[in-house]
Nanobody, 127 residues
Framework: QVQLVESGGGLVQAGGSLRLSCVAS????????VGWFRQGPGKEREFVAA????????YYADSVRGRFTISRDNAKNTVYLQMNSMKPENTAVYYC????????????????????WGQGTQVTVSS
């Protein structure tokens, strides 16, 4: 079993940048797909980005493609989410999640495919 801890959240002005980190412990991160999801105030949790275990495959929600970048460093057991050109509507609690149960590209977008979740980190974008 893997434990996940997110960090890097905070308050940023619109147009600014933040980098979130998701650090895994308990066992090696290698072999796990990792996704970032977010839940804004009064909204359901939604998919943001995901990365395959090798880092070669990445997936993005349409709303963040071109502004957010997901990457990973398996040697450090860490996955990153670089968020640029941020908007007030990006305000949310951001969660990372990990899985060894994803066998097709469509699975990366589905939160039910991820059994392991972090506690979340708050991101607030001011206008």
């Amino acid at each position: 079993q893997v434990q996940l801890v997110e960090s890097g959240g905070g308050l940023v002005q619109a147009g600014g940048s933040l980098r979130l980190s998701c650090v895994a412990s308990g066992r090696t991160f290698r072999g796990y797909a990792v996704g970032w999801f977010r839940q804004g105030p009064g909204k359901e949790r939604e998919f943001v980005a995901a990365i395959g275990w090798s880092g070669n495959n990445t997936y993005y929600a349409d709303s963040v493609r071109g502004r957010f970048t997901i990457s990973r460093d398996n040697a450090k057991n860490t996955v990153y989410l670089q968020m640029n050109s941020m908007k007030p509507e990006n305000t949310a609690v951001y969660y990372c999640a990990a899985s060894t149960l994803i066998y097709s590209s469509g699975g990366y977008y589905r939160e039910t495919k991820y059994p392991y979740w972090g506690q979340g980190t708050q991101v607030t974008v001011s206008s």
